[in-house]
């Protein structure tokens, strides 16, 4: 069976979805984008996801070409025709198809693309296993990284210097020193039993999956604090993870030249995993 992924109204070959050239989002990554994790054919906080879609979308001035309720119906279709049942939906929205000027073009539909795939669960198990390796890079991106925007070149460039170094993600230093977040992750120590992770601001995003282990810690009565962390806290920490809607949560077990703790993954891991898993609404 073929891959079928949606361009603007249209269920396609995934090898025949395009876009045209003079796409906004091609130009100037003039976008915004959603990644849904899947779980067992659903989908992991739907709400949490699609609201932040129209908060993005709000933030930039642009209208969604469809209305909310539509996005539930296509994704939960592409799941189906794809026969997904664990992997992601990948969402993008931008301002559309229009003669190349910077500013906002009149009467343009906005392009709006879905694509599916399928990831199984036991190639996360595998790494959860072993946990991951982070490469500090310095953050590069712009002052409202609160809005997910396909703008991405800062967190590419990151990822590859990361990659470079046999990471698997990077952490993102601000201009005082301080870990904003991960290249395409929530970044989060363990230390004296209590969780760090960085508070939200236009530096961060606000990240579903955090808010779901946050909520998933509070219920376990876990102690966090959201407070920025630096080098010699992520040297001093006994455990360090990484949260998104692709890895879940997934454990840190080298950042730089460091060991966290003694290089393995922590008693923690499964314990937030847990408490994450227990806390998601799957729809
Ligand atoms: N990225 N911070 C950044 C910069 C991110 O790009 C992401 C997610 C997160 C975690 O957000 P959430 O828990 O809502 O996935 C934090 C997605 C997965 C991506 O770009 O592929």
């Known amino acids: 069976m073929s891959r079928i992924s949606y361009v603007n109204g249209n269920y396609c070959e995934h090898k025949d979805s395009f876009v045209h050239i003079e796409d906004r989002g091609y130009q100037f990554a003039d976008g915004v984008y959603e990644v849904f994790g899947i779980i067992n054919k659903k989908i992991v906080d739907y709400d949490g996801h699609i609201n932040r879609l129209f908060r993005s979308l709000k933030e930039v001035q642009m209208k969604s070409p469809i209305n909310k309720s539509s996005?539930?119906?296509?994704?939960?279709?592409?799941?189906?025709?794809?026969?997904?049942?664990?992997?992601?939906?990948?969402?993008?929205?931008?301002?559309?198809?229009?003669?190349?000027?910077?500013?906002?073009?009149?009467?343009?539909?906005?392009?709006?693309?879905?694509?599916?795939?399928?990831?199984?669960?036991?190639?996360?198990?595998?790494?959860?296993?072993?946990?991951?390796?982070?490469?500090?890079?310095?953050?590069?991106?712009?002052?409202?990284v609160d809005i997910k925007t396909i703008n991405l070149l800062a967190p590419v460039l990151a990822k590859q210097e990361a990659t470079d170094h046999h990471c698997q993600e990077a952490w993102l230093i601000d201009e005082d020193s301080f870990v904003t977040e991960g290249s395409s992750s929530t970044a989060w120590i363990l230390k004296k039993n209590i969780l760090y992770t960085t508070p939200l601001s236009n530096s961060i995003l606000n990240g579903i999956t955090r808010q779901s282990l946050i909520k998933g810690l509070k219920k376990n009565k876990l102690r966090l604090i959201e407070k920025k962390f630096n080098i010699n806290d992520i040297k001093d920490a006994d455990e360090a993870f990484i949260t998104s809607a692709t890895q879940y949560v997934m454990p840190v077990v080298r950042v730089d030249n460091f060991k966290i703790g003694n290089g393995k993954v922590g008693k923690h891991a499964n314990i937030f995993s847990k408490a994450y898993m227990e806390a998601i609404k799957l729809s």
Do not use: C
Not at 81 to 89: A, H, V
Not at 96 to 106: L, Q
Not at 108 to 123: C, D, H, Q, W
């Open 71 to 144: 996005y539930y119906f296509h994704i939960k279709r592409l799941i189906k025709i794809n026969r997904i049942d664990d992997g992601l939906i990948y969402l993008q929205i931008t301002r559309g198809v229009a003669e190349r000027d910077f500013k906002f073009p009149k009467n343009t539909r906005p392009s709006l693309v879905m694509i599916a795939k399928g990831i199984s669960l036991e190639s996360y198990e595998y790494t959860f296993k072993r946990g991951i390796n982070v490469k500090t890079v310095k953050d590069l991106r712009w002052k409202r």
